[in-house]
């Protein structure tokens, strides 16, 4: 399959010369400015963007930057087009993040010379990000299934909500609800972060996660607590990783998804939107399989049942346009609640 270039220049004749030199090779596509190109970028991904620097309206700088600044589009190698010699202007591009100049006019010869060097590290370069990704989903999903096994009235809780959030997000992704927040996200890394919602219950003892009866207010409280030493957890792996926005995700969804919509969560008390998006989506799928979950002191409720429950907490326990998205979508919940489970 043909890689996909993106031209971007203001001058038509440097356009025709690129898709020239280019045709042959690659699939290529001319755009007269950057507002083109990112119009273009909600169709299509290129594998490579030539990006010419001085253009009327949204030059190359502001361009990159504006691609860099967005987790869909910052991983696209970009090189720069220009027809200055200027030291000056490659470090300023190379410390944007520009993989290349090539100095205008162009040769054929280095044109595609340039292109295959840096679609060969691309490639690189990318299957080395799958092979992290398939480690990092390795490490989490045994984490998460350590807090899973000590919690021994849980079984299967945090697969279950974690195909519950990926309904979620899919559905608001095709009704526009909150889009502009996640639409830059990475999905899948998003989708994996939740499985840590609940890591801070492994700071939680055995007599209280683990009690056959209803606790106490004072256990209670103590098992509030998991949510900030999941937040503790995190950012000691922060501290040594950085804060990449896998571990921004896990975060969120750990500290923030037990807060209420009217204020009266827990452990902030944040209120509407003050609330992290992935805490108000976690909260509607840990609270729908913790009331179809049989646990020691209680029966587990039907799927109508938990449906009426969490649909009558609109606008008070949960955010009002996640639960028109979880109506859209129980059908496809009901599909997964054949299994015990559930979540204190």
């Known amino acids: 399959m043909q890689k996909t270039i993106f031209v971007v220049d203001d001058n038509d004749t440097n356009l025709s010369m690129a898709e020239e030199a280019l045709e042959e090779q690659y699939s290529v596509m001319t755009l007269p400015s950057a507002e083109k190109m990112f119009t273009m ?41 220009t027809g200055m010699n200027d030291a000056a202007v490659e470090a300023r591009g190379f410390q944007m993040g520009v993989v290349d100049f090539i100095t205008k006019p162009f040769s054929t010869p280095v044109l595609l010379n340039r292109i295959k060097t840096h679609l060969d590290i691309d ?27 000590r919690d021994l009235g ?48 492994i700071s939680i003892p055995d007599s209280i996660l683990n009690k056959p009866g209803k606790l106490t207010d004072e256990e209670f409280e103590a ?31 750990a500290i923030a998804h037990h807060e209420r919509w009217d204020g009266k969560g827990y452990p ?19 609270v729908y399989d913790a009331l179809i979950s049989e646990r020691p002191y209680k029966k587990p409720f039907t799927h109508d049942e938990a449906c009426k429950i969490i649909t009558d907490a ?5 955010d009002p346009l996640l639960v028109e998205i979880f109506k859209d979508a129980e059908e496809e919940f009901a599909g997964h609640d054949k299994k015990e489970a559930g979540g204190r």
């Open 223 to 253: 098992m509030k607590n998991h949510t900030v030493e999941g937040e503790r957890i995190i950012d000691q792996i922060v501290s040594r990783t950085g804060n990449v926005e896998f571990l921004r995700n896990a975060k969120a969804f």
């Open 41 to 81: 970028l909600e169709k299509i991904k290129p594998d490579l963007i030539l990006l010419d620097i001085e253009m009327p309206g949204t030059d190359g700088y502001q361009a990159l930057r504006r691609l860099k600044n967005n987790d869909a589009f910052s991983d696209i190698p970009v090189i720069f087009l």
């Open 123 to 149: 490639k690189i370069i990318r299957e080395r990000t799958e092979q992290l990704q398939k480690l990092q989903n390795g490490i989490v999903f045994v984490l998460a299934d350590m807090v899973e096994k």
């Open 314 to 318: 609109s606008g008070t326990q949960f």
């Open 154 to 201: 849980t079984g299967g809780h945090i697969e279950r909500t974690t195909t519950y959030i990926e309904l979620l997000i899919r559905d608001m992704l095709d009704r526009g609800i909150y889009c502009e927040e996640i639409r830059h996200m990475n999905l899948e890394s998003l989708v994996s972060s939740a499985r840590l919602h609940d890591i801070g219950k």
């Open 268 to 286: 902030n008390k944040l209120k509407e939107t003050d609330i992290p998006l992935q805490g108000r989506i976690m909260a509607i799928a840990d």
